[in-house]
């Protein structure tokens, strides 16, 4: 069959002992900077992202790949232990998990949530795989009009699912792409907004915006606030579910596995909402509710793995139909865009060793965090235990030295310092910054397609309407602010969304 | 402190800084020639955004004077700590060619640890002396980044 064929494919790429070992380094440096407090994955792959630039874009997207999935798991595993989300996806986790911990269960409940993930993700990476060539068939049939209404839908759906107010989401997803503006108008050769600084003509940079808004200003924000992380310290034994465990935490899986593969796909879903919808579905279901906040083991099985699923699955928007879904998956665009690989339709027709050897290597870096991280608990519990007042300026310091080494210039590194003080004041505003990184990455290929769809219907607005396809999309979009607007929905929202 | 008028000051903040940022960006747009609809220039495209993004501010600054408006001020500033943090890194970048990677990063590390209310002379001196060597030891030794390690002077 096609599906198996072309796994072959990606297999014989993921398993070169070169790609191998960059999984494997991917999973640990992800793991080992996704522990540390107040980096969540974006943070941590803008960080690890330079690191990639020398690498073939194979080895590059199978390291990142790596990267991300070891911050995600980094960020459950000081939930669990210290109930500090490394990122919003494992808030859930906090709830049961560091509660198991308080019991003496830590243990079991870091090696369930690795048992889960990696049962999500080899669901999920066969979904990828079985969804990968008609989605991709879908999208070459797209044109220029369908692909305005598909991102402009995206973003919508970005801003309804942040939190905070959604017109404010909106307004972030505006500003976002009007700073992509920035730079060479390809059309016109034109330089917009750019004043006269040839630093500027290629555009902002994504990596130092991401750094001084995600890196630099969370620090700030972490020192105002100085609370003591609430350690666990005894030491992790027993790693074992037992029967029992495994009999409550099946059903908890598969279901979660099952959501999260499902919500991935959306556009503007993902990690996040999978993990929350999850939460719910368990509490819902389960014979024991009052048991949930109290260490019950479903609720660190279901959402683990549906945050996992969800991860993955939300690759497909982004590798067939150039779409990313959320935040992590538009900074995997703009790496895929360092190494000229145009994320979207072409690159399963054009490159498939590439493609299928990327999808492989998911599978890998799953089963790789699985036998990496459970001996390795310990060693990620230790790190936690230096204070802040020592990491934060290890952490500028890695910020610093990875926006340096883009283009080897200091102009990025004064870029990201403007930012920092650009992304505390959207922290004291209370402004959603995710928005803004996604329009700052589609705005380009949103006005790219707007101008061609119009030079096309000689300047008749009207075709975004007539087309069935578009009409389609953007009708989704708009029932989506329908929605968001009624008053019911949005008290349940914002229930949901809280942090 | 809350005025009468405004009773979402977080909000009313946030629709004038889109306001703000909608009318810088549609003015210098103005450079830019539109075209038409069907030719549209460079120009065309950011005016547009910049009418959607300063109807959304005005919007949000609407809402946020409303009656029903949840009463919210403005959140404390610690300029102190962006001051240290941002500080430094303007610093390390332009000490970093003059100085070398060992002197900036110095600069960078014991500055930065000024915005920790918990900064100590010794930890900071260690810190930056630990983290020097790991730096020097990963980047420029283990990835072979091009970075100038010594001060201008020494070449």
């Given at each position: ?226 609370d003591k992380l609430s350690l666990v310290t005894q030491k992790i034994a027993n790693l074992f579910p037992t029967r029992e465990d495994f009999r ?227 009708a989704a979009a708009a029932v989506a602010i329908i929605l968001i607007t009624l008053p019911a929905i949005r008290a349940r929202r914002e229930e949901?969304?809280?942090? | ?95 970093l060619f003059p100085a070398g990677l060992i002197g900036s990063l110095f600069v960078l590390i014991v500055m930065s640890s000024k915005a920790s ?39």
């Amino acid at each position: 069959m096609d599906l198996f064929h072309n796994l072959a494919i990606g297999f014989s790429t993921a398993a070169q002992p070169a790609n191998l070992l960059y999984a494997f380094s991917g999973c640990l440096l992800g793991t080992l900077i996704g522990v540390l407090p107040g980096l969540g994955p974006l943070a941590t792959i803008a960080m690890l992202l330079p690191i990639t630039y020398a690498l073939p874009p194979d080895a590059a997207l199978i390291m990142l790949a790596g990267i991300y999935y070891g911050a995600q798991y980094g960020g459950s595993t000081t939930a669990i232990v210290v109930n500090l989300p490394g990122e919003s996806s494992s808030v859930v986790t906090t709830i049961d998990g560091y509660q198991m911990a308080k019991q003496g269960r830590a243990g079991v409940a870091l090696s369930t949530a690795a048992i889960g993930s990696f049962f999500a993700g080899c669901v999920a990476t066969l979904a990828l795989a079985a969804l990968a060539g008609p989605l991709t068939a879908t999208a070459l049939l797209f044109g220029p009009k369908e692909f305005f209404a598909l991102m402009i839908l995206g973003l919508i759906l970005a801003s309804v699912l942040s939190s905070g107010p959604f017109i404010e989401g909106i307004g972030m997803v505006v500003l976002g792409m009007l700073l992509s503006l920035v730079g060479t108008d390809l059309n016109s050769g034109t330089q917009r907004f750019a004043f006269g600084v040839p630093q500027l003509f290629d555009g902002l940079d994504f990596v130092p915006l991401a750094m001084g808004i995600f890196g630099f200003a969370e620090i700030v924000k972490n020192l105002e606030q100085d609370d003591k992380l609430s350690l666990v310290t005894q030491k992790i034994a027993n790693l074992f579910p037992t029967r029992e465990d495994f009999r409550r935490m099946i059903p908890a899986v598969l279901r979660g596995t099952t959501l999260g593969t499902l919500l991935g796909v959306l556009p503007g879903g993902g990690a996040v909402l999978s993990s929350f919808a999850s939460y719910t579905l368990e509490k819902k279901l389960s014979k024991h509710p009052e048991e949930f906040g109290k260490g019950a083991i479903e609720g660190i099985a279901g959402p683990e793995s549906a945050n996992n699923a969800g991860a993955q699955t939300s690759f497909i928007p982004l590798l067939t139909l150039g779409v990313p879904a959320n935040v992590v998956m538009a900074l995997m665009a703009g790496a895929m865009n360092i190494h000229n690989i145009q994320p979207g339709p072409e690159v399963m027709t054009k490159n498939p060793a590439l493609f299928w050897g990327l999808i492989a290597s998911m599978w890998v870096g799953n089963l790789m965090l699985l036998v990496l991280n459970l001996p390795l608990v310990g060693l990620w519990v230790k790190l936690l235990t230096i204070p802040y007042r020592y990491l934060f300026p290890a952490i500028m310091v890695f910020c610093s030295i990875g926006v340096y080494s883009i283009n080897g210039g200091t102009f990025e590194i004064h870029e990201a310092a403007a930012f920092c003080v650009f992304g505390y004041v959207l922290i004291k505003l209370q402004l959603p910054a995710a928005p803004l990184l996604l329009g700052l990455v589609l705005g380009p290929a949103i006005e790219e397609n707007f101008r061609r769809a119009m030079v096309l219907s000689r300047g008749d607005a009207t075709v975004f309407l007539t087309s069935p396809l578009s009409a389609s999309l953007l009708a989704a979009a708009a029932v989506a602010i329908i929605l968001i607007t009624l008053p019911a929905i949005r008290a349940r929202r914002e229930e949901a969304l809280q942090e | 402190m809350t005025g009468p008028a405004i009773r979402d000051q977080r909000a009313f903040a946030a629709g004038a800084l889109f306001l703000a940022f909608a009318i810088f960006f549609f003015v210098t747009a103005l450079n830019y020639p539109a075209g038409t609809a069907a030719r549209m220039g460079p120009g065309y495209f950011p005016r547009m955004l910049a009418i959607v993004l300063a109807a959304i501010g005005l919007a949000v600054m609407v809402r946020a004077m409303r009656s029903t408006a949840e009463r919210q001020p403005l959140r404390q500033w610690d300029w102190k700590g962006l001051a240290w943090v941002t500080g430094s890194v303007i610093l390390f970048a332009l000490l970093l060619f003059p100085a070398g990677l060992i002197g900036s990063l110095f600069v960078l590390i014991v500055m930065s640890s000024k915005a920790s209310p918990e900064f100590t002379w010794k930890g900071a001196l260690t810190n930056a002396a630990v983290l020097i060597v790991l730096c020097l030891l990963v980047f420029v030794y283990g990835l072979g980044l091009r970075l100038p390690v010594w001060p201008a002077l020494f070449n």
